[in-house]
């Protein structure tokens, strides 16, 4: 019927009806079209070229991508309809160097309470216009801006105190992005990669040979594998961990020995192992001949620093460990009037021990015993007991120091030297604080606050820590932020904001507090470096004395760690104030450079500043995720080190000799 009656109308020649019946037409075709591409939240059109690398969202999902080409956008989502709150990642564009097998999306789960509404402009006037690629072959893929300074290295006068391996920051920072080595794949999983990780990951060879005989590392196919060895673990890590405890019955790991400092770790198995035993281990060395211990040390998931006891003291807060070690480190503890040795006598807890595993404790010749001598003299002047003395079957020797308790020894001192430092100097924040050859005070009495030890672990976690202010508003401040963070925890970090912990392993806490976010992680397998700023409360000595580790750092400057060492970079509330001294831009550049391919940053913080975060992160072609105003999640999906050539930036930055960065046109 319907057929003949339009057959009626063109034989009638009604020309004006037929044109509106089109009119209609055309006009319901289009109104259905746009109705659609607007309820599934996507866009026919491609703005820019980051959509065509960004992941493209699914209907009604709870999270919206800025674009890059409208300055003026403002996104408004108000659809919290159970329905909205999933999001399928199988968009994402996966790297082709990186194996099936390792998925790198993230599984997006719906938070509590979950919007996305933003209704603030965002700002995209701090975006770069276009990113710069480090070159310059190995340099730029381990680039360290602070310790790959050449020009200033080149200009040093002495390098006696190993002033080359300390931090030389560019001025102003080299803001290029560094590129991922060729065949990168994402990192072995823990526990797997305590014992094997890939080789193009960290293709340093060098200590294959170097160390063959000492079983540190060996390479086989396609991985590094690591077999316990060391150079003075001859029957291997555990042997050597069971002997140190056997030597000393006052050593009982992971009770009152939670956290330790390994200096001269080479490639942390020391800390690896004991890891099982509930200790903590910060394992340190510079940057030097060893060829990446460091670097594999955080590949394998164990907690390390770039660091070097050289002319500036380390950035750890005073007694902050309850072991030191160091077997064969390298480091002349009795040089410069014994400042290196001062520098752990400070940062070690009073009572605590220093465990010395070297040639001159169980060799006599000419070399080792003048050593030895010396150790002798400097030790007694600092008032360390020697509490046990030993050689295994398989020749190796050690001696364990204790660090006096209370003032008592050093003022019954014939002759007061080293002196005590003066309250001034320990008062100072560690941050690029020059040694000191003096020894800080102790209260007379050895229970006094600062003194006591902490409770055994794990009940130190939630223990009043020994250097909590003694104000009285102080232990209920602390209380309250332990609940808060354990709350935040549990009810939305693990479960409501589309992180994939089993992929995490390195974490960092950009502005740790009283490190309540690290301590409602503890029973997650994954270790945290609580990060307190320079310019902040300094409450290092509290996340310390709970049995979690971390350094002192200025945001303005990068941190002293390889490329693609963490999985979760977060922060809370931080960057607000940060920005009053530092360039977002820049820090954001410090945090792709440290991330891994498949890592996260986690961000809570007010509107304002995760509208300038967001673009920048999407520029980068990081996929971003909003939640309920405040919470924003950064997934580096990918570098540029993975976009295709044609969508390279156009310049590059030269890593050169000099140390500056410099552009021309690809």
């Not at 790198?104 to 216009?129: A, E, G, M, R």
């Not at 397998?525 to 310390?544: C, E, G, K, R, Y």
């Not at 920005?579 to 550049?589: G, N, P, W, Y």
């Not at 940053?601 to 300038?612: A, G, R, S």
Request: charged share 20%.
């Amino acid at each position: 019927m319907a057929i003949l009656a339009i057959k009626s109308i063109i034989k009638e020649r009604k020309y004006p009806f037929i044109l509106t019946f089109i009119i209609i037409l055309l006009s319901t075709l289009f109104f259905t079209f746009f109705t659609t591409t607007t309820t599934n939240n996507t866009s026919p059109f491609f703005n820019s070229l980051s959509d065509l690398i960004q992941p493209q969202q699914q209907p009604n999902a709870a999270v919206s991508h800025f674009s890059s080409i409208d300055k003026s956008i403002t996104i408004n989502n108000n659809d919290t309809s159970p329905s909205s709150s999933t999001v399928n990642n199988n968009h994402l564009i996966i790297p082709p160097s990186i194996e099936p097998n390792h998925d790198v999306s993230p599984s997006v789960t719906s938070p509590l309470n979950q919007t996305d509404t933003v209704n603030d402009v965002v700002d995209f006037s701090i975006v770069p216009k276009r990113w710069a690629l480090c070159r310059g072959g190995d340099v730029a893929v381990d680039y360290i801006p602070c310790l790959d300074n050449w020009k200033a290295i080149k200009e040093l006068k002495s390098r006696r105190h190993m002033e080359h391996r300390e931090r030389h920051c560019p001025t102003p920072a080299i803001t290029c992005l560094v590129p991922l080595p060729v065949g990168y794949k994402l990192p072995v999983p823990w526990p797997k990669s305590r014992d094997m990780i890939w080789y193009d990951n960290v293709p340093h060879p060098k200590l294959v040979q170097y160390k063959k005989e000492q079983n540190w590392v060996r390479r086989s196919d396609d991985y590094f594998i690591f077999p316990g060895g060391g150079t003075q673990f001859k029957e291997g890590v555990t042997h050597y961990i069971e002997f140190i405890e056997k030597t000393l019955p006052l050593i009982k790991w992971g009770k009152n020995i939670r956290v330790i400092l390994d200096v001269g770790c080479g490639v942390a198995s020391f800390g690896g192992y004991l890891l099982e035993k509930g200790v903590i281990t910060m394992s340190l060395a510079p940057k030097d001949e060893h060829e990446a211990q460091i670097q594999f040390a955080l590949e394998r998931g164990i907690p390390a620093t770039l660091s070097v006891i050289g002319t500036q003291k380390l950035t750890f807060p005073n007694g902050a460990y309850d072991l030191i070690h160091c077997a064969r480190c390298r480091v002349h503890w009795d040089a410069d009037g014994g400042k290196p040795l001062m520098e752990l006598n400070r940062i070690l807890r009073p009572g605590g021990f220093f465990v010395w595993s070297a040639t001159p404790v169980y060799r006599s010749n000419e070399r080792d015993s003048k050593v030895w001598d010396a150790m002798v003299i400097l030790t007694k002047s600092m008032c360390w007991e020697v509490v046990a003395k030993t050689v295994d079957l398989s020749g190796i020797g050690l001696v364990i120091y204790q660090k006096p308790t209370s003032s008592s020894c050093y003022e019954n001192r014939e002759v007061k030297d080293p002196p005590l430092c003066n309250q001034t100097d320990t008062q100072l924040v560690s941050w690029y604080v020059p040694l000191s050859r003096c020894l800080p005070s102790l209260p007379a009495d050895s229970k006094a606050k600062g003194n006591t030890w902490p409770a055994p672990w794990p009940e130190r976690l939630s223990s009043k820590p020994p250097s909590l202010s003694m104000e009285p508003y102080a232990a209920q401040l602390y209380e309250e932020d332990t609940k808060h963070w354990l709350a935040l925890v549990s009810d939305l970090y693990l479960e409501g904001l589309g992180i994939n912990w089993t992929s995490v392993r390195n974490v960092m806490d950009m502005n740790a507090g009283y490190g309540g976010f690290a301590a409602a992680l503890v029973d997650e397998p994954l270790w945290v470096m609580n990060v307190v700023s320079i310019d902040a409360q300094d409450t290092l000595p509290v996340i310390f004395d709970r049995g979690l580790i971390g350094v002192y750092h200025d945001w303005c400057e990068s941190l002293n760690t390889y490329p693609r060492t963490y999985d979760l970079l977060h922060s809370s509330f931080f960057f607000g104030n940060l920005t009053q001294r530092c360039d977002i831009v820049e820090v954001v550049v410090e945090v792709d450079r440290v991330l891994r391919p498949g890592g996260y940053i986690l961000v809570h913080d007010t509107m304002e500043i995760i509208n300038k975060l967001r673009p920048i992160l999407d520029s980068l072609q990081w996929s971003t995720s909003l939640y309920q105003d405040q919470f924003l999640v950064g997934f580096r999906v990918q570098s540029c080190s993975y976009i295709e050539p044609s969508w390279q930036p156009v310049n590059y930055a030269e890593l050169g000799t000099a140390g500056q960065s410099t552009t021309e046109e690809a």
